[in-house]
């Protein structure tokens, strides 16, 4: 579903008492609606409290100007919304809870309140944001009144309404932002130059920003988190936004500066696949480790039996799995340190059987296994064995894997410019500049015109710079950076304004014929890797209830043939393999149907003895024929 969040500067109101409004209309003539004549309505302005038509008034631009005033010398509270709406001729005030507001600097005579000694002794600490509202600098204002506001988005519109009055465009600023970008939430907020995207490309990363690896949390080895990734070596980014000083991303990154090239280099990164450099990967550009925990605990069965901890012996234990016993300690948990395949077994737990439930061939048998498998290949990084609130032993197992990027593997920019590795070249096959440079990452060039995100290609051209320069670039929206500015910097330390090189093949060490756009560029490293995904299956479990295969990676599933798949196979006119794939090797069935009533017929092949009760009752002469069929149609047919 759609995940909403709140802007950098919003505010959710926690509500106050209605008493104290009440009383002031009471005081300013509101007329109360017992004492009203009925004629004299309509010219008159209704008064609403939270909704709750309270009166009426015959002087609401005072009234209005009065209750504004008042908030903003905190004489009534801060949160109280006022809202007067001339067409329908209505004042609406609120004092309720969760109205979404947001900060506003106050304009009066087309200037701010706030001046700049104002900020100096804000950042002399001498001054706090709660004084800007109390001294009516800044006043919050809801969904509701912000439409009744003129809001000047820059301080130089302000300017331009004081100073060319004719070309401003407008001279009636109520307020001021106090920053544009203050619009974007969270995750938008670390999307450099934004406002070069286009709009669906922000929301992707909104959603892909979450999925990145860095240091999720700073005490992340102490904590036995069901699923944890975790980046080797995190980088703050060489081009970021103001933002991020606030949201502490430079303290805990999620990515890298990989040096990217935008490049059709050997077809291997068509259709958003990108090209690595096999070498960056060995020298751990975007390694990372990923944890997993698994929990048991003993249970108390009913009748007193009590589930353990050890490990399981096939003389005593029934059921016993596949995998691999031998990493089990004599407590029935696997050693600390230990290496894992994705078959051993790491917690052996049994479960002893009710003499009754036991038939005559398990009598030997006095358990049943109830073992947890690895699942992951890796080691066993901590074990945790305690007792729960009821006295009962508790264990938690954490194991480690590392993960080196590999073919297969997503990867993502910050622009919603998300890519799987689609081959890695050593360093010397790779393609290099004049200075000997190899990019670690080849971007195609298709991935750039349609989806229109410019972003990407200005974090680029201000990554070299701020490389040069030695501090970062600033890319927070709706500043007066520009490319140009960016270009003319570039050119300065000698190189081509707009970020382009002549680069040599890697395979020939001749020059490649095009330039290529190449430079810095901050990529994410996500969580879906071709380790967790990659599933194949020849033969496997089936359902009970339709005998087809299961489905999911997780049960050793099949892989569905669809109805698209279907389609096409129709069309290519393949009727044997349509039959082979769509009952053969799913649920193929045959039974036994009477040719005169068409209903299933009683077979027992043993005594050779064929019914059709049907018929037999109406005593007709009739045959049973043997006929195949998917047993989902079988199935089918008997529900109908």
Same mark, same amino acid.
């Given at each position: ?14 509500? *106050? ?37 309270? @009166? ?29 709406? $001339? ?15 947001? &900060? ?36 919050? $204002? ?8 003129? $809001? ?140 997993? *925990? ?28 596949? @995998? ?46 109830? %073992? ?5 290949? @890796? ?28 073919? @297969? ?23 290099? %500049? ?7 990452? $080849? ?33 927070? &929206? ?8 960016? *270009? ?153």
């Amino acid at each position: 579903g759609l995940v909403k969040n709140l802007a950098l500067m919003a505010y959710v109101s926690v509500g *106050s008492p209605s008493a104290p409004i009440l009383e002031f209309l009471e005081e300013w003539t509101t007329e109360n609606l017992e004492e009203v004549a009925p004629s004299s309505v309509p010219r008159a302005t209704k008064v609403f409290v939270n909704g709750t038509w309270v @009166g009426i008034h015959r002087n609401p631009e005072l009234l209005v100007r009065t209750l504004r005033q008042l908030r903003r010398q905190v004489d009534i509270n801060t949160e109280v919304g006022v809202v007067r709406d $001339i067409k329908l001729k209505e004042l609406r005030l609120y004092t309720d809870y969760g109205r979404c507001m947001r &900060p506003l600097f106050i304009v009066e005579n087309k200037r701010l309140l706030v001046k700049k000694e104002t900020v100096t002794l804000l950042e002399r600490k001498d001054l706090v944001w709660n004084d800007l509202i109390s001294n009516g600098m800044i006043e919050y $204002i809801d969904t509701e009144e912000e439409e009744t506001t003129m $809001i000047a988005m820059r301080i130089e519109d302000l300017t331009d309404a004081r100073e060319n009055p004719d070309y401003a465009y407008t001279d009636s600023y109520t307020h001021c932002e106090i920053h544009p970008s203050m619009i974007l939430g969270i995750c938008a907020s670390i999307i450099p130059f934004p406002d070069h995207n286009q709009s669906p490309r922000n929301t992707y990363q909104s959603a892909m920003g979450k999925q990145a690896m860095g240091v999720y949390a700073t005490n992340f080895q102490l904590r036995m988190d069901t699923i944890g990734y975790v980046l080797y070596y995190p980088q703050k980014p060489l081009v970021t936004t103001r933002a991020m000083e606030h949201l502490h991303f430079r303290e805990l990154p999620a990515g890298q500066n990989a040096v990217v090239a935008i490049a059709c280099y050997s077809g291997y990164n068509q259709e958003d696949s990108v090209i690595m450099n096999q070498s960056s990967i060995d020298r751990g550009l975007f390694r990372s480790i990923y944890y997993r *925990s698994i929990t048991d605990e003993e249970k108390r069965l009913t009748g007193g039996a009590r589930e353990s901890f050890e490990k399981p012996s096939k003389e005593h234990t029934v059921g016993m799995r596949r @995998g691999d016993y031998d990493k089990l300690d004599h407590d029935g948990l696997a050693t600390p340190g230990s290496r894992i395949s994705g078959d051993d077994i790491v917690i052996g737990k049994t479960t002893p059987i009710a003499e009754d439930l036991m038939g005559a061939a398990s009598r030997k048998f006095s358990k049943r296994d109830v %073992s947890h498998g690895a699942k992951n290949a @890796g080691m066993v990084d901590q074990v945790l064995l305690t007792t729960n609130d009821t006295g009962m032993r508790f264990c938690k197992m954490r194991t480690r894997t590392i993960r080196i990027p590999q073919v @297969g593997d997503k990867f993502a920019s910050r622009h919603g410019q998300k890519g799987t590795i689609g081959m890695v070249y050593p360093q010397e096959d790779m393609p290099f %500049s004049f200075e000997g440079i190899s990019p670690d990452i $080849i971007v195609n060039p298709h991935a750039i015109p349609s989806r229109m995100t410019i972003g990407h290609l200005v974090e680029c051209l201000m990554g070299k710079v701020a490389s040069f320069h030695g501090k970062e670039g600033d890319a927070t &929206p709706f500043t007066q950076v520009t490319v140009e500015n960016i *270009s003319a910097e570039l050119h300065k330390f000698g190189y081509q304004c707009r970020g382009f090189e002549t680069m040599y093949n890697g395979h020939t060490g001749r020059m490649m014929e095009a330039q290529i756009f190449f430079g810095p560029t901050y990529y994410q490293r996500l969580r879906h890797m071709v380790d967790d995904k990659i599933h194949s299956r020849a033969r496997g479990p089936h359902q009970i209830l339709t005998r087809q295969p299961m489905e999911g990676r997780a049960r050793d599933g099949g892989l569905r043939f669809g109805e698209m798949e279907r389609d096409c196979i129709i069309t290519h006119g393949a009727a044997a393999f349509l039959k082979e794939r769509l009952m053969d090797h799913s649920d193929a069935f045959r039974c036994h149907v009477c040719d005169t009533c068409g209903m299933f017929g009683v077979a027992d092949l043993k005594k050779r003895t064929y019914h059709c009760k049907y018929c037999d009752a109406n005593k007709c002469e009739y045959t049973l024929v043997q006929v195949y069929l998917p047993y989902a149609c079988k199935l089918l047919i008997q529900e109908l």
